[in-house]
């Protein structure tokens, strides 16, 4: 393989007289493979000259590949420079790790808003294909791909490419999982990152930091020289490129590092080559032999996590606050477990899919809580993760049967955490897939059960349900019996797969994808999202338990594959297994959990009804976007009662409360059904407008104000409610509704000023 270093900056570009050397552009680096499909790893600002040579050498059409480690803005900023993008004759391949709260296209949008460019994305010529990637392997031409995540502050993932025999890695933007003085980290985060990277014939390592820097700089997701090293050493890599070079370090700086690292190389044996990557330098790489896959799955198959269970055993409200702000973002559904005892107890019941657990709890060392949770659980991978203090030993939670699957020190990174988290779940959906398909081999293999006929695919399908967790404990002969007149189905997305008010026939057992369940209001066209299901979930069951017509309609989000469980055959099986009535009741009890966890959070306010601030902000996204699709802008209006503390105090909280419904209900009624009303504060009611114009401004506003003064007389109120109105107007609306907030609240201040002045 070809490869040649475009970039080799982390951070911000450096460009000057004392950077000249090693260079001062950000992450790019280019790989050709042995049947010329090229490769571009990241695509900072060295992606520009990068572009300019492509566009003048390459036939037409060409295509190429290009991987993003993650979407940090010195990873992408080199995009919109980059000129194959404009060009209708190329075609781009974009690949990168799903990143937090917004999918890879929407975050390479990002930059090109109008805004930051003058281009959008949508106005590039040339054909741009995005896939969003988990760890695991795939193929571009004749190169092997495989992707591992790493240690930093957002989604990362580091490439290991083949092609002829030799294999590069490339991995930038990691942290040592356990810092270490020695060098050497018994951690299995790092010990998974040392066997990904063995035997690489070209290692491009993240090296940002000396060791002393990196002690101030724990937890901003970057190595040390010394790690980079030390990690190429127990790798057994052939040639070692420092990379990812600190904005600050000059061209004598890197020299400096760049002989340590060697010294520290030659020390050790082995015969590692350690240099500095530098802008221009160009290697042919060659191996020495066959390459063949290190991962087992497909790093094309998405393994969603959104709606897995996550147990978090702490007696901290404020550590469990805040990793509850962190989890919740992803969709997953978080369980608080305050010592020990209640772990065991409560723990099988809530059936989690990741724990995290304080080392440091009431009742005893969290550790102890390790091997007996995985006995309870009966799954002796179940992942866990330890969060302890600068005082506590961390040889104590890798010590065999009781080791934990990670370790982070407190203070933690919530972005770190999340990371993890994403990471260590993705992985167990591997694994189990991986472990069903291994099991599905045995049960084939095994004698069939006497005088119980079943079809051909009835021990892939009893296999398929041991691995959903409502099912795995169930012995063979019931998930048999289970499935004896079972048949699988595939949904494209948009699909309806039940509709309300249907008879049930069947249970549905959700294999791959998604599915969104909707009930519409009987009174009004309105339909309301009750939550959405994923792999390894079913839905269908309250029909079948109550023998009433289905309560909601189930329509598939993404291409959606499942399991049609007939009802006689799972009622049977009910009757006859207490274990899976136990399973239910469970399930539907988390269920019922989870319903009172999301009502406490988009529940209306309690005194108008109305939506509530959070609630705004979750739906915000949503209205943006449908305003940003048919190009008609948003109008926000911002309305402070005035007075009102003088109103509570003089007359009461009653009264009080009685004004706030008067302004709800005069919003309300002279507002449309499509509009987003909200109380946003004590005293503060916001409601966005979309496809609104300025023009439109005057009528709303007078619309609300004559409807307040006449409820206001109606309803015999003492004084008549007045509001303060700020407006904010924007042809594009914004990602999120802070900007249309400022501009309110300034309007309004102006408005007051104006009020008294006059």
């Known amino acids: 393989m070809h490869v040649r270093f475009w ?84 075609e781009l391949n974009i690949y990168a790790p799903l990143g937090f709260q917004r999918s890879l296209e929407e975050a390479m949008a990002g930059q090109m808003e109008y805004s930051y460019f003058p281009v959008k994305l949508r106005d590039l010529r040339s054909r741009i294909h995005f896939t969003e990637l988990d760890e695991g392997f795939f193929r571009v031409g004749d190169v092997l791909v495989e992707t591992q995540y790493m240690n930093h502050t957002a989604p990362t993932i580091a490439y290991r490419i083949s092609s002829g025999g030799a294999t590069v890695a490339y991995a930038t933007d990691h942290e040592p999982f356990l810092a270490t003085a020695h060098g050497e980290s018994q951690h299995p985060g790092d010990e998974q990152h040392v066997a990904f990277l063995r035997n690489a014939d070209l290692l491009i390592h993240d090296a940002q930091y000396s060791e002393e820097e990196y002690r101030a700089k724990i937890g901003w997701g970057h190595s040390s020289v010394e790690y980079a090293t030390d990690v190429a050493l127990a790798a057994g890599a052939r040639r070692l490129a420092l990379f990812h070079h600190d904005p600050g370090h ?50 094309l198959q998405h393994r969603p996590i959104a709606g897995r269970r996550v147990i978090v055993v702490s007696a901290n409200q404020d550590e469990i606050a805040a990793i509850e702000e962190v989890l919740d973002d992803d969709g997953l559904m978080l369980v608080r477990m305050p010592d020990i005892r209640a772990a065991l107890a409560r723990g099988p019941i809530a059936s989690p899919d990741l724990a995290i657990v304080d080392a440091q709890l009431p009742d005893g060392a969290g550790v ?30 890798y010590d065999g049967q009781s080791s934990a699957t990670d370790y982070m020190a407190k203070p933690i990174s919530p972005p770190m955490l999340r990371a993890r988290v994403r990471a260590w779940l993705a992985r167990t959906t591997a694994a189990r897939r991986e472990s069903v398909a291994v099991a599905g081999a045995a049960l084939s293999a095994e004698a069939e059960p006497p005088a119980l006929p079943r079809s051909p695919l009835a021990a892939d399908y009893a296999n398929l349900l041991g691995s959903v967790s409502l099912f795995r404990t169930l012995p063979l002969e019931q998930r048999l019996r289970l499935v004896e ?11 309806a797969i039940v509709h309300q008010g249907e008879w049930p026939d069947r249970l549905f057992v959700i294999l791959s994808g998604k599915v969104r369940v909707v009930e519409a209001a009987s009174d009004t066209q309105t339909e309301w999202m009750l939550g959405e299901l994923v792999e ?123 004004v706030l419904r008067a302004v709800a209900d005069a919003v309300m009624e002279s507002t449309r059904t499509t509009d987003l009303a909200a109380r946003y504060g004590v005293d503060e009611f916001a409601v966005l407008l979309p496809e609104a114009q300025p023009k439109d401004v005057e009528v709303v506003v007078n619309r609300v104000r004559e409807k ?16 303060s109105v700020g407006i904010a107007h924007r042809k594009t609306p914004p990602d999120t509704p802070d900007e249309l907030f400022r501009d309110a609240d300034q309007d309004m201040q102006r408005s007051r000023s104006r009020e008294r002045s006059g």
């Open 7 to 90: 970039g080799t900056r982390g951070s911000i570009a450096a460009p000057g007289p004392s950077t000249a050397r090693y260079g001062g552009n950000t992450s790019c680096v280019e790989v050709r493979g042995d049947d010329g499909t090229r490769i571009v790893l990241d695509c900072g600002t060295g992606a520009r000259e990068l572009g300019l040579a492509l566009a003048r050498s390459s036939p037409d059409p060409f295509r190429i590949h290009l991987f993003i480690g993650h979407t940090h803005w010195d990873h992408i900023q080199g995009f919109p420079f980059f000129v194959p993008a404009f060009l209708p004759r190329a």
């Open 250 to 299: 000059d061209d004598a700086t890197l020299e400096r590092l760049e002989a340590g690292a060697r010294a520290r190389a030659a020390a050790r044996g082995g015969g590692l080559e350690v240099f500095a990557a530098a802008e221009g330098v160009e290697i042919e790489v060659r191996g020495n032999g066959e390459t063949s896959a290190v991962r087992g799955a497909s790093a």
């Open 368 to 397: 102890s809580l390790l091997a007996p949770l995985r006995a309870r659980l009966g799954r002796k991978n179940f992942p866990i993760i330890v969060l302890a203090d600068g005082s506590f030993a961390p040889s104590a939670v």
């Open 485 to 495: 007149h079972a048949t699988e189905q595939s949904y494209p997305a948009g699909h």
């Open 536 to 658: 390894g979930e079913l839905f269908g069951e309250l029909a079948l338990l109550t023998d009433r017509p289905r309560s909601a309609t189930v329509v598939a989000v993404e291409p959606t594959r499942c399991l049609l469980l007939p009802q006689s055959d799972f009622m049977h099986v009910l009757h006859t297994a207490p274990g899976l009535g136990i399973g239910l009741v469970r399930m539907l009890a988390g269920r019922l959990y989870d319903a009172d966890r999301k009502l406490a959070r988009y529940a209306p306010d309690p005194v108008t009804g109305l939506a509530s601030r959070r609630a705004f902000h979750d739906q915000y996204p949503r209205v943006a976007s449908a305003a940003r699709r048919r190009k008609g802008g948003v109008l926000l209006l911002l309305l402070d009662v005035v007075q009102l503390k003088t109103i509570n105090d003089r007359y009461g909280y009653s009264l009080g409360d009685d």
């Open 708 to 723: 307040l003064a006449e409820l206001s007389s109606r309803r015999g109120l003492p004084r008549v409610v007045y509001c």
